[in-house]
T-cell receptor, first 110, second 114 residues
Framework: AQRVTQPEKLLSVFKGAPVELKCNYS??????LFWYVQYSRQRLQLLLR??SRESIKGFTADLNKGETSFHLKKPFAQEEDSAMYYC????????????FGKGTKLTVNP | ETGVTQSPTHLIKTRGQQVTLRCSSQ?????VSWYQQALGQGPQFIFQ???????GRGNFPPRFSGLQFPNYSSELNVNALELDDSALYLC?????????????FGPGTRLTVL
């Protein structure tokens, strides 16, 4: 079964502090992992995907197959990073369905 | 370029009724996926349509059905509404099949079943 676990429902940090949002997955095969973000009153949007190996808005995420993790990191959090973050996995079976975790609400305090 | 739009924004129904939600894909996109997001949960995949054909379905009962039209807009129909159907319904369109094609989400329709 495909499953995505985000152990932290809420995460609060101060501006300038490092932040790490955890994501673990269960998947048989080669996974495709994504991070989606939803800012207040905005729609869900793609932040980054592991195949791109890029940094978006200072965020990076490395796929660790041994630990089945895809944690999202940023060395210096900004207030505008406050949002809901969802980790997602692309499922098997020919469809392009995304399997989402329950999300982590990040609050960056001034 | 117009993004994904959904209608209505909100609606309230009673148990046993039927509802139709609508989604207009982003211009040029031929693939649309529907998700249900209950309160405090991540989106859960309902089904996907590619060029008017269903291309995958999640763990939802048959009373959840869909359609995709030649212009690639889409409908989600839910019959015999239950209280647990209360949720935010999201549609997402993508340029084509293939994970390299990003799914663009609409703002959602908030359904309340009383």
């Amino acid at each position: 079964a495909q499953r995505v676990t985000q152990p932290e429902k809420l995460l609060s940090v101060f501006k300038g502090a490092p932040v790490e949002l955890k994501c673990n997955y269960s998947y048989s095969g080669s996974p495709e992992l994504f991070w989606y973000v939803q800012y207040s009153r905005q729609r869900l949007q793609l932040l980054l995907r592991h195949i791109s190996r890029e940094s978006i808005k200072g965020f990076t995420a490395d796929l660790n197959k041994g630990e089945t993790s895809f944690h999202l990191k940023k060395p210096f959090a900004q207030e505008e990073d406050s949002a809901m973050y969802y980790c997602a996995l692309k499922g098997q079976g020919g469809s392009e369905k995304l399997v989402f975790g329950k999300g982590t609400k990040l609050t960056v305090n001034p | 370029e117009t993004g994904v739009t959904q209608s209505p924004t909100h609606l309230i129904k009673t148990r046993g009724q039927q509802v139709t939600l609508r989604c207009s894909s982003q211009s040029g996109h031929n693939t649309v996926s529907w998700y249900q997001q209950a309160l405090g949960q991540g989106p859960q995949f309902i089904f996907q349509y590619y060029r008017e054909e269903e291309n995958g379905r999640g763990n939802f009962p048959p009373r959840f059905s869909g359609l995709q039209f030649p212009n690639y807009s889409s409908e989600l129909n839910v019959n015999a509404l239950e209280l647990d159907d209360s949720a935010l319904y999201l549609c997402a369109s993508s340029l084509d099949l293939g994970s390299r094609n990003e799914q663009f989400f609409g703002p959602g329709t908030r359904l309340t079943v009383l």
